[in-house]
């Protein structure tokens, strides 16, 4: 109570300038803060693909050499996964979590605060490494030993970058998972919650699950290469296969934890503009809860090619299919909801609608991956390239750009121009096709991945690809530029921008939240 008297009488301070950003702990500050942080990565991992499709845009040597193109995939991979996709899945639960949730904001918001702060050193470690040495790690970004015990000393600076970055995302969870289970808002059991916030419990859990496992795998890394040990090195007795099962225990689930918020995002967006509830919420929740659980357990499907028992072989095959049932059920309760919906179709449904058709397709692609002797074939070759993408980018980034679109009216309090906002759309959609779908060709013909060259039969794929690529890359300038438009000159939301296809109502949150609003929220003691 303390501190609500002290705002009434005006004795709280308040920071203002870059001090404010620097210190803030308000839960809406810092969403903004992880998003810009994203975007920001989004262009810099960006830039990098567009470093790799310009050497790829013809066979043979001509802009980078190989060492260099190498560092590019490294750098652009983790760039994307830690610094793009996961800050701003992470933006939104800061966000939203507590306004969906009716929390007065994170449970802690100085370790918010913090867990952001960790973000941009690390961001900063992994770019000058580029300029150590010997130059950026160049072992792609799963980081597989034993080469990674051989390289220089930007291999060191990448692995405290992961330590730093695992740190953010733990306590980032900790945050998301005890304001979820402790500061609901009195009437919203767990069962109401929107789905957005249920699968942020989820994904929370997956983090804290495998941050550790992944910290572990580059601590390993780092005793291998100063300290003496020998744990991923034949000769010392140890076994570089290894570095890989540690790995990828965590780099399996750790597609979920970039899908299964996208999946809440989408979950939001799809029963606004069908205007229905959400079809089998029941089912959703558990649909999450067993692929989360499920990806615990097929983390060998990236490792075919090791050389492994049939019998693992079968096992991990089998397992990984299994996982396509409940996203089955995912994907059928979308339909569903849609299904005899009163459908309209801006910007952010558009989106949703994309991740929806080119996710599936990802799926798909991860089936066929799934099957053992398929993989052994396609291991290593473009076909990788372009089902992760459709994972990652189709996935992940369509339903993020859901999401931006659709909650800005409520962050900014103003709308974007429609008409840009469904351009920039159509522009994603075919760009990112003309750049991946013509991949898979790539990978069935046989083009490996992360090679500066290649034979002349897969030219005319390549130059296809690598112009896609620009195109979708100045796509997210323009994206850019619609956001900056509407902060600045965007026509005033309504309290309930989308026109009866409101948030509120079909997310069962029984208060409005305060939107609109920069002012930090009375703490609660
Ligand atoms: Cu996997």
Do not use: C
């Not at 610094?83 to 009716?102: C, E, L, R, T, Y």
């Not at 049939?310 to 059928?332: E, N, R």
């Not at 075919?430 to 046989?446: C, E, M």
């Amino acid at each position: 109570m303390e501190a609500v008297h002290a705002h009434e009488h005006g004795h709280e301070h308040h920071p203002s300038g870059i001090m404010r950003w620097v210190t803030t702990t308000n839960h809406k500050d810092i969403g903004t803060l992880y998003l810009w942080f994203s975007f920001t990565m989004f262009m810099v991992g960006g830039v990098m693909a567009l470093i790799i499709r310009s050497e790829l845009f013809q066979p043979g040597l001509q802009v980078v050499n190989p060492d260099f193109f190498n560092q590019m995939t490294t750098l652009h991979g983790l760039i994307m996964v830690f610094g793009a996709i996961m800050p701003a899945f992470v933006g939104f639960a800061n966000w939203q979590i507590p306004m969906m949730s009716g929390a007065p904001d994170m449970a802690f918001p100085r370790m918010n605060n913090w867990s952001f702060w960790l973000l941009p050193p690390a961001a900063l470690l992994l770019i000058i490494s580029l300029f150590v040495p010997g130059g950026a790690a160049a072992a792609g970004w799963t980081l597989y030993a034993p080469l990674t015990v051989q390289l220089g000393m930007g291999m060191d600076l990448t692995i405290f970058a992961v330590h730093i970055l695992g740190m953010s995302s733990i306590m980032g969870s900790i945050n998301i998972i005890t304001t979820i289970l402790n500061l609901r808002a009195p009437g919203m059991n767990m069962m109401k919650m929107p789905l957005f916030v249920w699968t942020w419990l989820i994904t929370a859990y997956l983090l804290i699950a495998v941050m550790p496992v992944l910290a572990g795998a580059v601590t390993m890394t780092l005793t291998d290469r100063h300290f003496g040990t020998h744990f991923f090195n034949a000769a010392g007795g140890g076994d570089p296969v290894l570095f890989q099962h540690i790995f990828w225990f965590f780099g399996h689930p750790e597609v979920y934890i970039i899908a299964i918020p996208a999946f809440g995002v989408v979950s939001q967006v799809i029963p606004a503009f069908s205007r229905k509830p959400l079809f089998g919420y029941t089912s959703m929740v558990y649909a999450t809860s067993s692929i989360a659980i499920l990806s615990f357990l097929v983390w060998a499907h990236h490792m075919y090619t090791v050389g492994m028992p049939v019998q693992a072989q079968l096992f991990y095959m089998y397992a990984t299919m299994l996982i396509a049932v409940p996203t089955g059920v995912k994907v059928f309760n979308w339909v569903a909801t849609m299904w005899k919906g009163s459908l309209t179709f801006e910007t952010p449904m558009l989106f949703a609608i994309g991740f929806l058709f080119l996710f599936t397709m990802g799926g798909f692609s991860g089936l066929v991956l799934s099957i053992t002797p398929v993989d052994i074939q396609l291991h290593d070759t473009y076909y990788v390239v372009a089902h992760f993408h459709y994972v990652m980018v189709a996935g992940a980034l369509f339903s993020a750009f859901a999401g931006v679109y659709f909650w800005l009216p409520k962050w900014t309090g103003r709308m974007y121009d429609e008409t840009l906002g469904k351009w920039h759309f159509w522009l994603t959609m075919i760009f990112f096709n003309v750049t991946f779908f013509v991949q898979h060709f790539l990978g069935l013909a046989g083009m490996p991945r992360r090679i500066p060259d290649y034979a002349l039969q897969f030219a005319d794929f390549n130059m296809i690809s690598s112009i896609g690529a620009f195109g979708f890359g100045l796509s997210q300038v323009f994206f850019l530029y619609i956001v900056l438009k509407a902060i600045r000159s965007g026509e005033k939301s309504p309290e309930r921008p989308w026109e009866g296809a409101d948030t509120l109502e079909w997310t069962m949150l029984p208060t409005p939240a305060p939107y609109h609003s920069f002012e930090t929220p009375p703490v609660i003691k």
